[in-house]
């Protein structure tokens, strides 16, 4: 009866520690990745901004002439670039 339970502890005692071995054997082995597919379509993508708010220019000039009188033509449109020495408008 003694031979009996030393066997029985004895192979409990290894049940237990080749449990455990399973156990952190299966543990440490990495899940594998799964990753989320979609599948591809034909769409336009439109866009678009919409803002609120004011525009500012950086530099602004007063435009003053030398002498005074009436404007007969002007030669330029609003928002056109000009240089210094340009013909803007003529006086009668």
Known sequence: MKTFFKILVIV????????????????????PVVYKTETPFVTNIIKKTVATGSVVPRKEIDIK???SGIISAIYVQEGQMVKKGDLIAKIR
């Open 12 to 31: 409990i005692i290894l049940g237990i520690f080749g449990y455990t071995l399973y156990y952190l054997w299966d543990k440490s082995k990495e899940e």
């Open 65 to 67: 002439p030398v002498v």
